[in-house]
């Protein structure tokens, strides 16, 4: 049976490109990382890597073999965790994946409040530009908890975290900037303009795409970003109206802010692979407690009512 160690080396390997910045890295003996890489291929009846002149490359076997290898070194560092979190450990780290357009909206103020509470549980983030790529991290065991969209047939935990707006941002000279406090824009209405819209490899692309669609018409593009509060900049200066989470317009924007009539809304939830340990289910807890899927400042200048937690 394949050891820890081997499969360490394997995704070592892998990563590095060569056996000998991986034994670099590990800070091993090239011999020795051999000879356990050696060891693992006749434990799986055959080669897992070509090696070329220049750097390595996987073959089908070890293609199939290595999200398995990666999936479980992770859960074994959060087997480890798990036990020191049970032992009464107040230290360790909340491995955390959301897409960008999450991290840089909703979870900010959470993680600050969590750093209050928990000074020593260190958060590693990590960031997706999609609900696919989140979902295939997940599967691949990169972290304890993702906070987004919920995966079609998940079959793990998940917790319904809240129903998030998105809005439609213009300049402040725009037109539509003059329609006043609680101003609301079909989307219909701006099918002949040219968008502030996002890279093909964004989720927010596809997002986009799905809600114009749905008023009838294929948004045109005037320049594309991958960050929605690069959108959000990108709008504010003229270049076209943009659609981006309510979360993403920062306090005191000076630019207009509608809602779309109909609204467009995603569900976040927060899930896992397997039930939650308590320090995932208390960052739970918290986000679900305090996360401003709308912010007060955004609903209040679209007469709507804040949220008052």
Do not use: C, I, N
């Given at each position: 049976m394949a050891t820890l160690r081997q499969l360490e080396y394997l995704v070592a390997i892998v990563d590095a490109g060569s056996f000998t910045r991986a034994a670099e890295r590990l800070n091993v003996t090239q011999p020795g990382l051999s000879h356990q890489f050696q060891a693992l291929e006749r434990e799986v009846g055959g080669p897992l890597l070509e090696r070329l002149p220049r750097g390595v490359r996987l073959t089908s076997a070890g293609r199939s073999m290595l999200p398995h290898a990666r999936a479980a070194l992770a859960?074994?560092?959060?087997?480890?965790?798990?036990?020191?979190?049970?032992?009464?450990?107040?230290?360790?780290?909340?491995?955390?994946?959301?897409?960008?357009?999450?991290?840089?909206?909703?979870?900010?103020?959470?993680?600050?409040r969590w750093r209050k509470r928990h000074p020593g549980v260190r958060v590693r983030l990590f960031e997706y530009r999609s609900s696919d790529e989140l979902a295939q991290g997940m599967v691949a065991g990169v972290a304890d908890l993702a906070v987004g969209p919920l995966p079609d047939r998940w079959e793990g935990t998940a917790r319904h975290l809240g129903t998030e707006e998105f809005v439609v941002?213009?300049?402040?000279?725009?037109?539509?900037?003059?329609?006043g406090t609680a101003a609301r824009v079909r989307l219909a209405d701006l099918a002949d303009r040219a968008w502030v819209h996002f890279t093909p490899d964004s989720g927010l692309a596809r997002f986009l795409d799905d809600a114009c669609a749905r008023a009838g018409f294929r948004p045109r593009a005037a320049v594309r970003t991958e960050q929605a509060a690069a959108a959000v900049g990108y709008a504010a200066a003229g270049l076209g109206p943009t659609l981006v989470p309510a979360s993403s317009v920062p306090r005191h924007f000076p630019e207009a802010v509608l809602r779309p009539d109909p609204p467009v809304t995603r569900v976040l939830t927060g899930y896992t692979r397997t039930s939650p340990d308590s320090v995932a289910a208390s960052f739970l807890d918290l986000l679900e407690e305090h996360a401003a899927l709308m912010p007060r400042h955004v609903a209040r200048r679209l007469g709507l009512r804040p949220r008052t937690s």
């Open positions: 859960e074994a560092g959060r087997a480890t965790l798990s036990a020191r979190r049970a032992a009464g450990v107040s230290t360790g780290e909340l491995h955390l994946a959301t897409l960008y357009s999450v991290s840089a909206g909703v979870l900010p103020a959470v993680l600050g941002v213009t300049a402040a000279d725009d037109p539509l900037a003059g329609q």
